[in-house]
């Protein structure tokens, strides 16, 4: 009834082109890393078919392949996070997702709404996220390494949470700001279809609320939350206001790649 949401990715060589991966393809770390890498300088996490339109977010890998790699669009956690381990899959890595809770900047109990995935290379089991959207480790993390982990311009910590779910810290002046919390146990595609429907659907969801858009840049990164353009770059804010639909286009086409005929709220 679901085998669709597991189904093998359409073209790895097309996939791999999206994101402009070049070079030798090996279930190892270095391979993790670089893709990883690639995907956060070309895909954006964005919400544009939630916030804008309103659509059903459809989380089968054939919609996925076409919405990401055919359109040249992005997504959000269920769809990227999805995708990317149907890529890994097909490159025999060892994989597999996990539900997310975000802590980040949480006032109160967050409801699970994200995902990301677990890698074991050579017996070592590695957390890697390319759908947070926010100061996410831009490498793959040492899922049992209590020390810090540096990543980028950022250094995290995991930590064991009192009900044994893991803790990602991100390290910042005057101590640690806490991110995600996860059990490490596997789930299946079809274990998303829950909260990503409440993502997409309901009024209370963020993504209903506001425009969200981010994709790392070279030493920084382009953001869009609502109508503002944040472009983060050499620990400097570059802040744009986009009053009209034609400097939100231009904005979305120049920073993230992003082309969409469809119309925009201001």
């Known amino acids: 009834m679901y085998e669709e949401l597991s189904a093998p990715l359409p073209d790895k060589k097309r996939y791999l082109e999206r994101i402009g991966f070049t070079g030798e393809l090996k279930p190892n770390l270095d391979t993790l890393n670089r893709l990883i890498l690639a995907q956060l300088h070309t895909v954006p996490f964005e919400n544009l078919d939630v916030y804008d339109v309103g659509r059903d977010i459809l989380l089968d890998t054939k919609s996925l392949f076409d919405k990401i790699v055919v359109q040249g669009r992005g997504g959000y956690c269920f769809e990227l996070n999805g995708l990317f381990m149907s890529l890994l899959q097909d490159i025999d890595f060892d994989c597999y997702p996990v539900m997310v809770r975000v802590v980040w900047m949480a006032t109160g109990y967050m409801p699970i709404s994200h995902c990301a995935g677990i890698v074991t290379i050579e017996g070592i089991r590695y957390f890697c996220d390319v759908g947070f959207g926010g100061p996410a480790p831009c490498s793959a993390l040492r899922l049992n390494d209590p020390g810090e982990q540096q990543s980028g311009a950022n250094r995290f910590v995991f930590a064991?949470?009192?009900?044994?779910?893991?803790?990602?810290?991100?390290?910042?002046?005057?101590?640690?700001?806490?991110?995600?919390?996860?059990?490490?146990?596997?789930?299946?595609?079809?274990?998303?279809?829950?909260?990503?429907?409440?993502?997409?659907?309901?009024?209370?969801?963020?993504?209903?609320?506001?425009?969200?858009?981010?994709?790392?840049?070279?030493?920084?990164?382009?953001?869009?939350?609502?109508?503002?353009?944040?472009?983060?770059?050499?620990?400097?804010?570059?802040?744009?206001?986009?009053?009209?639909?034609?400097?939100?286009?231009?904005?979305?086409?120049?920073?993230?790649?992003?082309?969409?005929?469809?119309?925009?709220?201001?």
């Open 160 to 266: 064991q949470a009192p009900d044994g779910d893991f803790i990602i810290y991100r390290t910042v002046d005057g101590g640690r700001e806490q991110l995600l919390k996860f059990n490490d146990r596997p789930c299946q595609n079809v274990d998303f279809l829950a909260p990503n429907e409440y993502l997409s659907q309901n009024k209370q969801s963020g993504f209903k609320q506001m425009r969200m858009i981010n994709i790392a840049r070279e030493g920084g990164s382009a953001a869009i939350n609502n109508n503002v353009l944040r472009l983060h770059q050499g620990g400097q804010v570059e802040e744009t206001l986009l009053d009209t639909e034609g400097k939100l286009r231009e904005a979305l086409l120049n920073y993230f790649g992003l082309a969409v005929s469809f119309p925009l709220k201001l």
